[in-house]
């Protein structure tokens, strides 16, 4: 009788450890995922502070593109004895990503003035477009395609020279060229400035001769 106790008992005793020993790794998961949490949003909140303020910030609605420029170029001249090698950066460049929610951004529309006019390959035509592009970025993304606009120019002009006629006259291939031209004008700002920006590209003339 006493032996049937004593394995009863050191079965509850197991039972009473086990049971110890899932509540303490359920309340290290729990502490776990607590502290994964907190670190998590620690980590967006330092990278929401610690924006680079020598790249163009988003604009939300409502907001001047021109004065969220201006106030981060004033930081990053501020900053600047302390971010050594900025310029250096340019080499490589970024792409800054589009927002998440557009409808939440402030849209800047921007023309280039003069058009683009080149021949097409294998054709007696020509082609002859204007073209607008557009940033959810601040005031330094058309400060910089205005800046580098003949650089701009010079690359789209060789990319149209090898365009087909047969092509461009189709909506299909409207779309092609328009997102050649948008991945042209990032790159360009890209290698000179360090970041793209430019979200859009817009036809306001397109003809072909």
Known sequence: ????????????????KK?????GAVALLGGGGAAAGFFAAGGAHKE????????????????????IGEEAEAKAKEAEGE????SEEHGKGVDLPRPKNPSAY???YFQIPAPFTSNLIDSDAFAQVSIAVSTYYDQRVIQAVT???LAIRSAILLMMAQEQEAELSTPKGK?????????????????NTGYGGVDNV??????IQ
């Open 1 to 16: 009788m006493s032996d049937a106790k004593a394995d009863a008992g050191a079965k509850k005793g197991g039972g009473k």
């Open 19 to 23: 049971l110890i020993i899932i509540v």
């Open 48 to 67: 929401a502070i610690s924006e680079d303020p020598n790249k163009p910030k988003l604009v939300l609605k409502g907001e001047d593109p021109v004065k």
């Open 83 to 86: 971010a050594h090698g900025a």
């Open 106 to 108: 402030q849209a800047t």
């Open 147 to 149: 800046t580098h606009e």
């Open 175 to 191: 779309e092609a060229l328009q997102a050649k031209l948008l991945k042209i004008i990032n790159d360009t700002l890209k290698a």
């Open 202 to 207: 817009y036809f306001t003339n397109f003809v």
